[in-house]
């Protein structure tokens, strides 16, 4: 296997800059996602790594080896596209052995190869079969087979489940992550889903409109994000913003929403105390919204519900703030009526705060 390093990788179409001086570094055997919304630039990236787009500035390197100008056949990866791109004419068994048989691998290490992986992905009963014999995910592990087979440096991995329903997508999922872990490969896997990157990567980078916000564990991306884009991005419910100021209150700091004051932890005070004053966007995720059943006196918001939705184990409020709507968990055994004014309180101890006019995290830092 091998490390994957980017410096500075920049691609332009026309006069439109699609990914701006891309540069991190892919360890050797870690399994890395790009995740963003559509038309971020992962794809690109991913396309530029692989060799099946040119680079307009910058170097790729693969295992220590500068591969600006080397053929894609010829870098030693593997790619699993979302369309599959299976070859309908043929088995499954002759789709993940023709990548081999075109590099002139002999018949018994092509069997070998081809038996193994088949072995590896539980399809070895489907090897007879034609693409048309087969379901979405199993037509998806033909394609990671024929990757499998090909023994590569690297796998790329395009989106692979998008075409999925929701039930294979969380198997595929599993079975990739276990896979990863049993093949011990170093992977690059584009998605524009912050679930699958969340529980499949060791490491995450998060890009929009080709520039690259922040690279961390899920864990850093989640728990610390770099500035509002990633905090929003990031979490299967989205983060609330609210607008507000610091203002000082009784010897700390309290931020200061729709004229209540939320008093701000003082460790988080102590970072925050030279921007007491200005304006700010307080980040908030639904889990750390309190809702109060009863009286409180606590400082809270009186929002009206516009929508509840039952998860099982937990249901999502939609409530109405200003022009816009807010998201806040409750237990299962909640209940409230649309219209119903609802108190809502901050944990200010988890919440996040971003400058009005950079965006960037306060508290953690900005990479902008």
Sequence with gaps: MAQVRLENVTKYFGKVEAVHEADF????????????????????????????????????????????????KDRDIAMVFQSYALYPHMNVFDNMAFGLRMRHFKGDEVERRVNNAADILGIQDLLKRKPRELSGGQKQRVALGRAIVRDPKVFLFDEPLSNLDAKFRVQ????????????????IYVTHDQVEAMTLGDKIVVMDKGIIHQIGTPDEIFNRPTNKFVGGFIGSSGMNFFGGKLATSNGGLACVIAGVG?????????????HAGKGIILGVRPPDMKVFEGGTSEPHLNLKLNL?????????LYLKHGDGEISAHVGEGYRAA???????????????????ETEGNLVYGSRE
């Design 308 to 316: 509840m939705e039952v998860l099982g184990g937990y249901g999502l």
């Design 25 to 72: 570094i892919v360890d050797d055997r870690s399994f890395v996602v790009m995740v963003g919304p559509s038309g971020c630039g992962k794809s690109t990236t991913l396309r530029m790594i692989a060799g099946l787009e040119e680079i307009t500035s910058g170097k790729i390197f693969i295992d220590g080896r500068l591969v600006n100008d080397v053929h894609p």
């Design 262 to 274: 939320f008093p701000i932890p003082q460790e988080k005070g102590r970072i925050l105390a030279s």
């Design 338 to 356: 649309i219209g119903d004014e609802i108190a809502v309180g901050i944990d200010m101890g988890k919440a996040h705060f971003f400058d009005a």
């Design 172 to 187: 595929l999922r599993s079975e990739i992550k276990r896979l990863h872990q049993r093949l011990n490969a170093t992977t």
